[in-house]
């Protein structure tokens, strides 16, 4: 490894270039790849990221690449940002030409949807042999381009590799905690941004703060309720990646998943509420891959699959909150 480490880095939208300022930072080398030429070409021509972080000037150790091949000049780690849903067919590229020995780490969030697992579970299955692990919590790409504190979790399949690349994104303003609790990390990542979308279509109903506050409330116990059967820690989903996650996702109007929300409980379509949001709205494809998982499981996660029979089934949002008040009283720590 040089003097200077070297992050390959996939995905040149919000997040992955949020990511890639924090790594340059803090002195790493950034090969930042994006599958569009001309946004590449933009950024290269431009010094920021114009579609996605307006009025943020990139750093000068990153280095917008087209090519999967030069992404990985002299990388010690690679990190992956691009959504959920096209997160196995880019393994399936990455496979044919990865540098071996490099941990593979990632800041997508969600599910296959045709299979419902997690996306540990596709690395393992398309780049074996390779270390690798997850970041999340509470971060909105903007303020961590911006420089502002924040906290996230690495998570890891070896302490020495999760060490290596939390050390890369620590600084100053920048906490990073690492945990050995890759399914907890994923899922609260991934289920937060179902609630958020619950969330904000209550308060597009005009339900107001003490709707909010149990929606949040018992999404979490419906978090801990999959956790516990997938083999998470409570620890890891009552922390930054979990509870810490949520909260964020949930009441803070740069959420899109809220936003997406918010359009639903105001009356428009699952495709008018995403063209609004006009970026990819994670939790829209996790309410489905966790209905079908809840229901392998015989497993009761209300608030979720009310969220997907409103977004899949054309349930209207009033009626989702109905069907849940409608619910048998029953004491609260039970399922």
């Keep these: 490894m040089s003097d200077q480490p070297t992050v390959a880095l996939f995905g040149a939208g ?3 270039t949020a990511l890639a300022m924090q790594l340059a930072r803090n002195g790493a080398r950034v090969n930042l790849w994006g599958h569009d030429p001309e946004h590449i070409a933009r950024l290269i021509k431009d ?49 044919h030409v990865i540098k071996p020995g490099l941990s593979i780490f990632w800041a997508s969030k969600g599910f296959e949807i045709e299979s419902g697992k997690l996306l540990h579970q596709l690395v393992i299955e398309e780049l074996p042999g390779h270390h690798y692990g997850v970041i999340s919590g509470p971060t909105f790409a903007t303020e961590v381009a911006r420089g502002l504190p924040a906290a996230i979790t690495c ?25 050995d609790d890759v399914i907890g990390v994923e899922l609260g990542g991934a289920l937060k941004n179902i609630l958020a979308i619950a969330v904000g ?22 978090v801990m309720r999959l956790g516990e059967r997938l083999g ?11 509870l810490g996650d ?26 008018e509420a ?12 996790a309410a489905r891959a966790i209905y079908l998982l809840s229901q392998e499981l015989g497993l009761e996660l209300p608030i979720m699959e009310q969220v997907y ?9 009033v009626d989702a909150v109905q069907s849940l008040e409608n619910r048998p009283q029953r004491p609260e720590n039970s399922d």
């Excluded at 063209?275 to 939790?283: A, L, P």
């Excluded at 029979?309 to 949002?317: K, M």
């Design 201 to 222: 279509a209550a308060d597009g109903l005009g339900f107001g703060a003490n709707t909010r506050a149990a929606l949040m409330t018992r999404g979490l116990s419906e």
């Design 309 to 317: 029979r409103v977004l899949y089934e054309n349930v209207r949002p």
């Design 274 to 285: 995403e063209i609004d949001v006009g970026q990819t709205v994670e939790g829209l494809r």
């Design 14 to 16: 919000s997040w992955g």
């Design 47 to 95: 010094g920021e990221n114009k579609a996605f972080l307006p009025g943020i000037v990139l750093h000068e150790n990153i280095y917008p690449v087209t090519s999967l091949v030069d992404c990985q000049h002299q990388a010690d780690t690679v990190l992956i940002a691009i959504p959920s849903k096209a997160f196995r067919d880019f393994l399936i590229q990455l496979h």
């Design 155 to 179: 998570a890891g399949d070896n302490p020495c590799s999760t060490a290596f690349f939390a050390d890369l994104l620590h600084g100053s303003r920048f906490r990073c905690y690492t945990s």
């Design 246 to 271: 949520l909260i964020l996702t949930c009441t803070d109007d740069q959420s899109r998943n809220r936003r997406f929300g918010l359009a639903i409980g105001e009356g428009k379509t699952v495709v």
């Design 232 to 242: 998470a820690k409570q620890e890891t989903l009552m922390g930054l990646a979990g």
